[in-house]
């Protein structure tokens, strides 16, 4: 029994080893808009124009904040892994600089190597209501409990009221009829 229940392991072992390296694997995902270098490589500085460009490599990603001089492709393939997590396999940022004319200046690539690590900030950003204790809680829930709405609704009305935010449910007191309790509401 406890052999059969090793080689059942070591075949699902196997099996998972199998599945990850072969058609079984996640695809690679990809991302953004990674430029073709076959494609890049026909565009010449000085000579190529924004339309040489568009028509080569396709709209641009992003252009820089305040100049439409300056285009930007960024492209990533990506593969999932483990948990869901994704695993950059490629990297790449294609800068393009044009005159004012629209004639290309010049050409910038950059990869996984010119990354910059980015450190995240361990703090926490208050937001109101985030220190309630269970007792305010308790107590502030108390005006929202409506014990007749199933009374009220078993006797055909809308079963809403005592403070409800139904639209037609009456407001403080009452209900059904269209809102005719103490309250008022919409006829």
Known sequence: MLAASVRLFALLVLLGVLGACGPLAPPTQVRGNPVDPDQL???VPGVSTR????????????KATFDDDTWIYIGQVTKPIVAGTLHVAKQQVVILTFDDKGVL?????????????????????????????AWDQIVSGIGMINPFGGMMAGMGM??????????GAGGMMGGGFGGMGMGGGIP
Do not use: F, H, W, Y
């Open 41 to 43: 490589a026909e565009l």
């Open 105 to 133: 200046r010049a050409i910038k690539t950059l990869g996984q190597k010119d990354a910059l690590p980015v450190r995240v900030v361990e703090r926490i950003t208050p937001s109101p209501g985030g220190n309630v204790s």
């Open 51 to 62: 339309a040489d460009a568009r028509s080569l490599l396709g709209t641009p990603t992003s």
């Open 158 to 167: 809308n079963g809403a009221g005592m403070g409800s935010t139904v639209p």
